[in-house]
């Protein structure tokens, strides 16, 4: 008795679409992974610290200085002048100002600190992008007023740290620029 083959056609595993669907999932992670370590090696996140024990450090230093300047009384305005060209800053203090009793002022330590800085340190400091962080030093022009180049700010809410050379003593604030024409850096207790 003669067998029936039925000869069934079978075709190249290459021209199957089910095998081109199957192993196109893995070789397209593969191109992702690819590009998204390209894209992250080429802009590393600043935001990340990999000193972060230093960074806390630094901060209870910062609040100490901070503390200073609650002591001292000191404030700060800042501001632009009217052609945009200058960045002017009136600084105050309770100590200065004389309007502490005499018996408070003998109470703080006031050894190292200098009513009347010749410099001050304005420290402008961008939110997300820090390639955009800088400092001014402000000279003084006068008793508590002192004034510096401005250069171009972008929009946006900076972060400003004001201190005297020495950085005995800290201001810290938000300065929405230029929806805000000027910024006044109280002495806060942190």
Known sequence: ???????????????NRWAWLVFSIPLLTIVAGVITYRIAADNPHSLVQDDYFKKGLAINLSLEKQNRAHEYGIRARVSQDKDGQLLLLKLDSLISSQTLPAKEVEKINTTNFNFEPENLLLTFSHPTQEKLDFQITLERLSLGEYAAQLPDLVQTFWYVRLSDQQENWLLKSRWHYPSEQQLVMPATQK
Do not use: A, L, R, V
């Open 1 to 15: 008795m003669p067998q029936d083959h039925t000869h069934q056609q079978t075709t190249p595993w290459y021209k």
